[in-house]
């Protein structure tokens, strides 16, 4: 069984690598960031409560993470482990998700400078429905602005803003790159394995790379 968190500053390729991961390992994607975009989307409550949180780069709260995180898990796709794609984001998410007794198997730290991180994001488009992930010159669709599978028109996140990118770098940097440590701290100690890969190189590269360590 395989529990996969991926860490990583926002559009380092965490959402891009998981894809990937989860063909490779065969475990369901659990993405907090595509689950509130999605409750954003339907105009539920909870989507109302934490729209305008989204839009500018803020961290949603613990509390509403913990309990999305434990209603995922209890659909049976998860029996045999899953991914999760920037989540934990504090330390009070990871101590959430040992007191689930989620058993780490992997942690997989993917880095990429501030200053390139912009840049990606100014080219990042979404396929709102399934949170598939292109860039207009490094990950380009075949037919420029619609997704390659459902043929459905991409669009562009509204936090993809460079103000509000930097704001979220900011959040990054002061509360959950902090977990490396702990999570470093943890391998060391032999309970799960933490490894980091430059997220610089391109999308086969970075694969190419986590692939050999899982
Ligand atoms: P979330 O959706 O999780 O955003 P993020 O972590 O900021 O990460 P991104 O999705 O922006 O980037 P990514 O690393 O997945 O990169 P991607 O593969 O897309 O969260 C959004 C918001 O939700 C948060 O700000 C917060 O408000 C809230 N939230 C979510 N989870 C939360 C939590 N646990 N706690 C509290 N709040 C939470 O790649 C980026 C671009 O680069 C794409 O265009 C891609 O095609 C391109 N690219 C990818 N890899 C490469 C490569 N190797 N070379 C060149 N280009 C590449």
């Known amino acids: 069984m395989k529990n996969i968190i991926l860490l990583?500053?926002?559009g380092a390729g965490k959402g891009t690598?998981?894809?990937l991961i989860c063909d490779l390992c065969n475990v369901p994607k659990i993405s907090t960031g595509d689950m509130l975009r999605e409750a954003v989307a339907s105009g539920s409550a909870l989507g109302n409560e934490v729209s305008n949180i989204l839009d500018s780069g803020a961290l949603v709260s613990d509390e509403i993470i913990g309990s999305l995180i434990k209603e995922r898990l209890t659909m049976p796709d998860c029996e045999n482990g899953s991914l999760f794609d920037g989540v934990p984001r504090t330390t009070g998410q990871a101590q959430q998700l040992a007191d689930m007794n989620i058993k780490f198997t992997h942690v997989i730290e993917i880095h990429?400078?501030?200053?390139?991180?912009?840049?990606?994001?100014?080219?990042?488009?979404?396929?709102?429905?399934?949170?598939?992930?292109?860039?207009?010159?490094?990950?380009?669709?075949?037919?420029?602005?619609?997704?390659d599978i459902s043929g459905e028109p991409l669009i562009q996140r509204e936090d993809d803003k460079p103000e509000t990118v930097l704001k979220r770098l900011g959040v990054y940097h002061d509360q959950t790159k902090p977990l490396t440590d702990?999570?470093?701290?943890?391998?060391?100690a032999g309970f799960l394995?933490?490894?980091?890969?430059d997220g610089s190189n391109t999308v086969s590269g970075v694969f190419e790379s986590i692939s050999k360590q899982l």
């Open 182 to 188: 702990f999570y470093t701290k943890q391998s060391e």
């Open 8 to 10: 990583g500053p926002p």
């Open 193 to 197: 394995k933490f490894f980091r890969v």
């Open 17 to 19: 690598q998981a894809d």
């Open 112 to 147: 990429v400078d501030d200053q390139d991180i912009v840049k990606r994001m100014s080219g990042r488009r979404v396929h709102p429905g399934s949170g598939r992930n292109y860039h207009i010159e490094y990950n380009p669709p075949e037919n420029e602005g619609y997704d």
